[in-house]
């Protein structure tokens, strides 16, 4: 393929470096170009392998099914499979013993790398493919996921051995680099402090402890009173500087003692504001990814069947103390300010808001050498972005992409979080696109909106929370598969990331009948 040009080389941390060194999170990349390699429907539409259409690369000379095939340097971050994973285990068993094993080839090997039946990658017992990098379809509800790096320096195939191509599904994203410089040779991922991030207890701040020795606390409580006659805002300060810095953690632990079914953590928002600009307005359901768990819609119906544990990913959540955190590092120039700021919702009165007290602790960390905010580091930012389904075909015309993340600029891509209200289930069934700097082919397109979320099979209604991703809420709303459904979901990238050096644009395939 003919690699994009870029006038600078900065990959960042490659292979297990890049889990493992969080810090290093906003520095802006350059020579690096993300990618995924996926069974998506290759006419346009969403069959994506139903009726048997051979959705991959190609067939080699011996008739395997290829996955993947890059040549140049790179590094595979995450590994995706679902198949016919609902059945009995017999039944399993017998499709997996059809399918073969994956082969993974690198750097030019004759003699595969890695050879392993499917499901054996995933299970946690086949070195080096282990916890925490690995989740078997009860743990990401039907989907099975690695997030072991797998770097090479030349080359890397992907197949399955010569046979019928089997009813599943694949998704794998990939880092290419420009040159091979220091990437690494794949090997066990135990050495050192490897491990560190994703094996952090969930809700702990997974960076560099040494650097979290030297960070400044700015910690109390506050409370924050309803907006009342005709003020459409209240506001309370945090965090404030006139200098450079880190916002290294945030946590926040509401009273929600009064009618927290009121929807408070959709009323309540953060703003954070970097260097005279905000950068961040967001609920707090939305922002920590609580969804609606802690503000359930007031117009559930009776007989809803809900599956909900708490969210507890990688760098936001809810911890078992009722924390809400943040441990994205959100790097400054010159000034800083974080709020949060109660605006009430939609339909809400007045008279139904109550006041709220926070216990909330800010950390922050003095810039060191080479962090130059906006220079060789970028901002941390969100869009948030609502559709009702009664704007969806006016709005969002039947065909085109409900739009997550578009802008200009330089950057990458880091994560997202989805709040879907009052959806048909069939949502889910949305491909997921994104194109980098202007090109009309997306450089990443999957086969579900449940797979780019890394289950499989409408999550079979059971929720779940992993560092990485999860759906810690799914609610049937008639009580049964199929019908209208409440779904939180997120999905982090902090290895995979996908770096844009002009512009970015992320869409989602909708069927209309969705409320995000």
Known sequence: ??????????????????????????????????????????????????????????????????????????????????????????????????????????????????????????????????????????????????????????????????????????????????????????????????????ATKPGDDPKDPRVQAENEVHQGTLRLDPPIDGHSETRAVLFESNEGGRVQSLRLRPNLTVADTRNLLRSVWVEMEWDGEVAIEAPLALFFATGHRTSPPASRPEGAVVSSVPSQSLLIGEDGDGFLYSYFPMPYASSARVSLVYRGEEGLSDSDLPPVEFEYRVETHALREGELPGVTEGYFRAQRRTVSRAEFGSTVPLGDDFIVLETRGTGHYVGVVMLADDSQETFLEGDERIYIDGSRTPQIIGTATETFFQGGWYFQEQSFSLPLHGAPVLALREGVPGGKIDATMYRLHPSDLVPFYDSIRFGIQHLSLIHI
Request: charge should be negative.
């Open 1 to 198: 393929d003919e690699f994009p040009y870029w006038p600078y080389d900065e990959k960042g941390p490659i292979g297990i470096e890049a889990l493992a060194d969080l810090d290093a999170l906003p520095r802006l990349r350059r020579g690096v170009h993300t990618v995924q390699y996926s069974s998506f429907d290759r006419e346009g539409f969403n069959d994506s392998g139903f009726s048997g259409e051979e959705e991959f690369l190609y067939r080699d000379e011996d008739g395997a099914i290829v996955l993947v095939d890059i040549r140049g340097p790179g590094a595979v971050y995450n590994l995706y499979l679902a198949w016919l994973n609902a059945l009995p285990d017999a039944m399993e068993d017998d499709i997996l013993d059809d399918i073969g094993p994956l082969q993974v080839f690198l750097d030019g090997d004759t003699q595969p790398t890695i050879e392993l039946r499917p499901d054996f990658l995933f299970d946690g017992m086949h070195p080096p493919f282990v916890d925490p990098f690995v989740f078997d379809k009860l743990e990401s509800s039907f989907g099975t996921v690695s997030y072991l790096p797998i770097p090479f320096r030349s080359s890397c195939l992907i197949r399955l051995p010569s046979g019928p191509k089997p009813l599943w599904f694949y998704q794998v994203w990939v880092q290419r680099f420009r040159d091979a410089e220091g990437v690494p040779a794949f090997d066990s991922p135990t050495r050192g402090g490897a491990r560190a991030g994703l």
